[in-house]
């Protein structure tokens, strides 16, 4: 044998026996695991290091998913496991869940004796899909209001006055509660005012609806109250829109954006948002947050030549009072 031979020999026997060490240090430690070894009152002098072993403290952070099942037969530790469901299994659980407690809603409303009042609304995405949604509102047995969601979900087109009407009365009679309607909240499109009319008609055709269904309209405060802010907030729409396009400027662009963020320099303030016009109070948010980088947008004027809806001074001005009554209704 030569001396290569043999240095590699010796090579292999030194690395089986790590491999070796390795492995019995791994079964150590699974024993060790989550546990304390029990020290006898007659443990041997040479034998008490390796006897009297300190417990391991748990540091990952995978240990909170385990519960502690103590020792088994064989005499090491076990951990209790829990099993995760597939994507299908879940699926069918949620379905199941679904109709269940959409037959508990069905009993809860053949219950109620007082009448139901409903809410509805309409509207379309960004990506231009159509969306409804039906709200029923009923005070239960206890005296308590409850408000359940009947149905939300996409419309195709065409989006008339017929076929939300349609969709309407569909969802009643799946819920069995066509013949137990008072009111139906709508806002003040003209299409509603067509649509109730046509799902009051076909709701009376059997006497249901009470005094004939004169009280079956409730047109929405809340969009009233839009319509009144947004009817005097033309007075001042000029420093509105300069505002509102400021705000727009900034968020359109990131090159724009960073400027802005480098303008404000040791200005404290919020993030900016935009309003939603049909909703006032976004408004008086758009304003509030606006008018605290007051300064700052008068700053991107000077470095931004492109930048060109900086509102003036007097503008600012409007736009503070406006805020300033916004905040009594909105607080």
């Not at 443990?43 to 390796?50: A, M």
């Amino acid at each position: 044998m030569t001396a290569s031979s043999s240095r590699n020999n010796m090579e292999d026997l030194d690395w089986e026996s790590k491999i070796a060490a390795e492995e019995e240090m791994m079964m150590d430690d699974d024993d060790d695991i989550d546990s304390t070894h029990e020290q006898s009152s007659e443990i041997p002098e040479g034998n008490s290091q390796e006897n009297s072993r300190k417990r391991r403290k748990k540091t990952s952070e995978m240990w909170k998913h385990f519960t502690q099942a103590g020792k088994g037969d064989d005499g090491k530790n076990r951990v209790k496991y829990y099993s995760y469901y597939t994507r299908n299994t879940e699926a069918t659980d949620v379905v199941k869940t679904w109709d269940s407690e959409k037959n508990k809603l069905k009993m809860d409303l053949a219950k109620i004796q007082s009448r139901i009042c409903l809410a509805f609304d309409c509207w379309t995405a960004i990506a231009g899909e159509g969306y409804i949604t039906l709200t029923a509102h009923y005070v239960d047995e206890s005296w308590t209001l409850n408000s359940k969601i009947l149905s939300f979900c996409d419309i195709p087109p065409p989006h008339t006055s017929d076929a939300l009407a349609t969709k309407i009365h569909e969802c009643l009679k799946e819920w069995g509660i066509e013949e137990n309607i008072f009111t139906l909240t709508l806002d003040n499109a003209l299409a509603n005012d067509t649509m109730q009319e046509i799902l009051k008609e076909r709701l009376n055709l059997d006497d249901n609806l009470l005094c004939g269904g004169e009280l079956f309209h409730v047109q929405c405060c809340a969009h009233i109250l839009n319509l009144i802010v947004q009817d005097g907030l033309k007075i001042i729409s000029g420093a509105l829109t300069k505002i509102r396009d400021s705000v727009k400027c900034v968020k359109a662009s990131k090159a724009r954006g960073l400027a802005f963020q480098q303008c404000v320099e040791g200005d404290q303030g919020v993030v900016l948002s935009l309003d939603v016009q049909t909703r006032w109070n976004s408004m008086f948010l758009m304003l509030e947050k606006a008018l605290n980088y007051k300064r700052v947008f008068n700053r991107l004027r000077v470095v931004d030549k492109c930048y060109k809806t900086c509102p003036l001074n007097e503008e600012w001005e409007r736009g503070t009072k406006i805020c300033d009554i916004l905040r009594l209704n909105v607080c």
